[in-house]
């Protein structure tokens, strides 16, 4: 037994799904997903949007609202003191980087821009989910250990029923990803396979 384990960490079970999911998709956007863009050229980011593609098909076609976010700003002056060299190009107003990876983007999906790490901090996201009855967010997106998990936070501080689909997220590296859906994992979100999510999302309109 760990030290995690010993002092009670993830010992409630899984939180389970509520009545109402909606797909967040976090930063699949060209700056992270193209190879031509320095923070671009992750093959377990490529793969996870792969894998989040083949969810977000599932998800539309089961009436599951999506929402995806693009990070980027309209001048450095808007920009919090980030430590990422990449972040002062190619993602402002106008440029490339910011367009979403075609693989998952679809105009039926409620898409707007963050300036922060999480999805949530001073965007439209909580306004669009209350309106849609949600209850329960599936987190997608890269990278894990930055945005994805600033998003995991504050959906569970929120009140969300948190569900993460582990081969959906990506990051630079794949220690990086795993400690920190470990981490996430026993506290506030249950992590999941991509199948076991798709099952939960397709059953629920099956059931309907």
């Known amino acids: ?42 093959g377990h980011v490529d793969q996870a949007v792969e894998n989040t593609a083949r969810l977000l098909k599932i998800a539309r076609a089961n009436d599951v609202p999506v929402a995806a976010c693009s990070v980027g700003w ?11 060299s990449s972040v002062y190009k190619d993602m ?24 922060a790490p999480s999805i949530f901090f001073g965007t439209p996201l909580q306004t669009f989910l209350t309106r849609q009855g949600v209850d329960t967010v599936i987190v997608t997106g890269c990278t894990t250990s930055g945005c994805v998990r600033a998003s995991i936070v504050d959906a569970f501080s929120y009140g969300y029923r948190v569900m993460v689909p582990e081969p959906c997220c990506g990051d630079q590296e794949i ?34």
Do not use: C
């Open 1 to 42: 037994m760990n030290g995690f384990s010993a002092a009670g960490y993830g010992d409630q079970g899984n939180i389970g799904f509520g009545r109402k999911s909606a797909v967040l998709v976090v930063d699949f956007q060209r700056s992270f997903t193209d190879s031509a863009y320095p923070m671009g050229r992750s």
């Open 74 to 84: 309209n001048s450095p002056r808007d920009m919090a003191h980030w430590k990422v």
């Open 92 to 115: 402002f107003y106008g440029d490339a980087g910011m367009e979403l990876d075609p693989r998952i983007a679809d105009p039926s999906d409620f898409h707007f821009i963050k300036g």
């Open 175 to 208: 220690g990086a990803h795993q400690a920190n859906l470990a981490d996430v994992g026993r506290r506030y979100a249950d992590v999941l396979g991509l199948d076991e999510v798709i099952q939960a999302i397709s059953g629920k309109r099956e059931d309907a």
